[in-house]
């Protein structure tokens, strides 16, 4: 079964350094989206992503965060400068036409010393 | 405004009893609910859908129940098994295509 899949499993940065959090959807899929984890606490949205271009996003998707498809199959999270509160599981999803739900990869763990 | 809780943080289960996983939405908006699984280390897994004119649907071993009057929802696996062990979330969505809300989780833990 495809699966979304997520690179690197684990980053761990300094502070006020820049990151990318790679992901790669399922190849059909059209929506895109990333969600994060903090420890112990619920997945909450950061921001939606279709046809090139944001649909929505999160109060937590400040101008210290972007994302970018640049090719047809890589999708993208940057972070620019980042912050201890950055920390946290990154988890990229994709989603095909419909009311088909979304499909989440294992994510990526962000630890920002 | 929209959200979406759970009722209890923790479910310990004996193996082979039922489970129900209870959940409450408050967004009367809300036209598309999903359960998902979640595994240490491993991102959320989608276990079963329903969408709001429904009142019940029925996978392999689990059945969810939408009760749209009192804003319920509710996950049941029959026969629970150690491979159940997990945190499960119940999310909504507003729209098709919407970004999910996600509750807190319940941990459901299986007793030998």
């Known amino acids: 079964e495809p699966e979304v899949t997520q690179t690197p499993s684990h980053q761990v940065t300094q502070m006020g350094q820049e990151v990318i959090l790679r992901c790669v959807p399922i190849s059909n899929h059209l929506y895109f989206y990333w969600y994060r984890q903090i420890l112990g606490q619920k997945v909450e949205f950061l921001v939606s992503?279709?046809?090139?271009?944001?649909?929505?996003k999160s109060e937590i998707f400040d101008d210290q965060f972007s994302v970018e498809r640049p090719d047809g199959s890589n999708f993208t999270l940057k972070i620019r400068s980042t912050k201890l509160e950055d920390s946290a599981m990154y988890f990229c999803a994709s989603e095909p036409d419909g009311y088909q739900p979304q499909h989440f990869g294992d994510g990526t763990r962000l630890s920002i010393l | 405004g929209e959200s979406v809780g759970l009722h209890l943080p923790t479910l310990s289960v004996q193996e082979g009893d039922n489970s129900i996983i209870n959940c409450a939405y408050s967004?009367?908006?809300?036209?598309?609910f999903i359960w998902y699984k979640q595994e240490s280390g491993k991102g959320p897994q989608f276990i079963i859908d329903i969408r709001s004119n429904m009142d019940k649907r029925q996978g392999q071993r689990v059945t969810v129940l939408l009760n749209k009057t009192v804003k319920h929802l509710s996950l049941q696996i029959a026969a629970t098994q150690p491979g159940d062990s997990a945190v499960y979330f119940c999310?909504?969505?507003?729209?098709?295509?919407?970004?999910?809300?996600f509750g807190k989780g319940t941990r459901l833990h299986i007793l030998p």
């Open positions: 992503f279709y046809n090139n271009e944001i649909s929505e």
């Open positions: 967004n009367s908006a809300s036209d598309y």
């Open positions: 999310a909504d969505q507003v729209d098709r295509d919407d970004k999910i809300i």
